[in-house]
């Protein structure tokens, strides 16, 4: 199921935002890359349609996906 980011409140967002970003471990090469600076690219890339949220309802989970 997808579910509009819009529709989240700010602190939700942030919350599915940061666990995304720890869970995932983005690589950033050799480059120190701020929790904070992890979590405005996500929000940029869910701004600009690159990415949606999706809720699994087996495993109660949300991730964060690239639109096809």
């Known amino acids: 199921m997808i579910i509009?980011?819009?529709q989240l409140s700010e602190a939700a967002l942030d919350g599915i935002i940061e666990e995304y970003v720890?869970?995932?471990?983005?690589?950033?090469?050799?480059?120190?890359?701020?929790?904070?600076?992890k979590k405005e690219d996500v929000l940029r890339q869910l701004r600009s349609a690159e990415v949606e949220i999706?809720?699994?309802?087996?495993?109660?989970?949300c991730s964060i996906v690239p639109i096809v």
């Open 4 to 6: 509009p980011w819009e």
């Open 22 to 37: 720890l869970r995932e471990g983005t690589e950033y090469g050799l480059h120190e890359v701020s929790l904070e600076q």
């Open 54 to 61: 999706t809720f699994d309802d087996e495993g109660g989970t």
